[in-house]
């Protein structure tokens, strides 16, 4: 039974270690940025899948109506337990008030939450495909150095490997952008439309002061 996985350990090893062979050390920082990319992709997928499912969109719809209705008691029972930007923000709102400022701060201090590790994407989607053109531009030196080295080649086809080799890191640099690029691009989506439903909390919360305010004033005449 213990086999099979020391098995699939050894191909690995083995696959890894070929790439290198083939492409040069280059492919070290490659691979690792490929694992990076992977990482985060399934971190940001998991975020959002739960961020967005049924269960909160549910409860942020409760939200906006609590805070439109400037009910602080029912803000605070339906954010009970809720650890979710929306819920946060929302508390805020009511612990501290809806004024501009308040708003702005609590909003601001969850974007890092929604924006959480898509600069390192992006670096990613840059980084790879510069990495994959140095690697080739390395490979065909090392390439040219081998046939300036000889005065007579009697097999050409050792330049013409060494430099399809050096190849494989520009197309596996492409590779590694493009993976990242899709999620990327969804998780930014993602973003804007997170802020969009944080800025409609805070326009809930000063509403629903705005009218608490006036039921006050009301009473009090």
């Avoid at 996985?5 to 490929?34: C, D, F, H, K, N």
Wanted: hydrophobic share 45%.
């Amino acid at each position: 039974m213990s086999l099979a996985p020391a098995a699939a350990e050894s191909g690995w090893s083995t696959e890894v270690s070929s790439l290198i062979a083939r492409g040069g050390y280059v492919m070290i920082p490659l691979l690792i940025l490929s694992i990076i990319s992977v990482m985060l992709i399934v971190e940001r997928s998991i975020f959002w899948v739960s961020l967005n499912g049924k269960t909160s969109l549910r409860r942020l719809g409760k939200l906006n109506h609590a805070l439109r209705s400037g009910d602080a008691a029912l803000v605070r029972g339906v954010v009970a337990g809720d650890t979710t930007p929306y819920g946060r923000v929302a508390c805020r709102l009511v612990e501290e008030g809806a004024n501009d400022a308040v708003a702005l701060e609590a909003v601001e201090d969850q974007r890092s939450r929604l924006e959480r590790y898509m600069i390192t994407m992006s670096t990613i989607i840059t980084a790879a495909p510069l990495l994959g053109i140095l690697g080739t531009v390395l490979g065909i030196i090392q390439s040219f150095e081998l046939l300036g080295a000889r005065s007579t080649m009697s097999d050409p086809t050792e330049v013409a490997g060494g430099i399809a080799a050096a190849l494989l890191t520009t197309a596996f640099g492409l590779v590694v952008a493009l993976v990242t690029l899709f999620p990327y691009m969804a998780f930014r989506g993602q973003v804007s439309r997170g802020m969009g439903r944080l800025e409609a909390l805070v326009a809930a919360g000063q509403e629903g002061e705005h009218r608490r305010d006036r039921g006050h004033s009301e009473s009090q005449s």
